[in-house]
């Protein structure tokens, strides 16, 4: 997601002091956790300072030139966060089927790890408001990780690691279960998203294996 340099408000990362960065981070993690408790449509300035123990918004407003602004890097730092986590377990993994399982249990692992990020992400992902000046952008990025994901099953397809199947559907289940996991979590604050991750992983192995010649 490119920034927007159309405001004199936002500092530039390289005029930003230590303390300037790190009072940024610290709004930003903030704003995750009110996103992710209060919904979408309770995120304010306001509501953040409060939160953050901020003497005023004005504070927020020199960091951020708005909330499309704070929205952008929310949305950001749940990627960033979350592609740290996730990758190096999925890249760890040998073969399709167990990157599946990685892909999938590092997901929840993240989730347990990191209670507020996933739900942030969907909750302002499902809320965009169709005139954001990003939203075409930062959907097209989310299709593109479909393609990508896409494009793999299909090779692991081609390689005989699975079987035979619509590629695009079950990368959308796939996808769609985990987000599923995230919104039960912020209902049952309880649940043992691990235990989940698990037995989606156990699911989505037996539904996509190839199992002519397959190892047990």
Not at 67 to 87: C, F, H, N, P, T
Not at 97 to 107: N, W
Not at 185 to 211: H, S, Y
Request: net charge neutral; hydrophobic share 45%.
């Amino acid at each position: 997601m490119q920034a927007d340099h159309s405001s004199t408000k936002q500092i530039e990362p390289t005029t930003r002091t230590f303390t300037e960065s790190a009072r940024r981070t610290q709004i930003v993690e903030v704003a995750i956790r009110v996103a992710a408790e209060a919904g979408y449509r309770n995120i304010s300035f306001a509501r953040i300072a409060k939160e953050a123990g901020l003497s005023s918004t004005g504070i927020i407003s020199y960091n951020f030139a708005g909330k499309d602004d704070l929205m952008r890097a929310i949305l950001a730092e749940v990627l960033r966060a979350a592609g740290a986590y996730i990758s190096p377990r999925v890249d760890a993994a040998v073969g399709a089927r167990a990157k599946l399982r990685a892909y999938i249990e590092a997901h929840t692992q993240f989730l347990a790890d990191y209670p507020h990020h996933l739900p942030a992400l969907f909750e302002i992902v499902s809320n965009l408001p169709q005139d954001w000046a990003d939203r075409a952008a930062f959907m097209a990025q989310l299709d593109a990780t479909h393609r990508f994901h896409t494009d793999y099953v299909r090779q692991a397809q081609a390689a005989g690691e699975f079987r035979a199947f619509d590629a695009r559907v079950m990368v959308i289940a796939v996808q769609g279960a985990i987000d599923a996991v995230t919104m039960r979590k912020v209902r049952e604050p309880d649940l043992d998203v691990i235990a989940c991750g698990r037995e989606l992983a156990d699911l989505f192995d037996q539904a996509t294996r190839n199992r002519e010649g397959a190892q047990p």
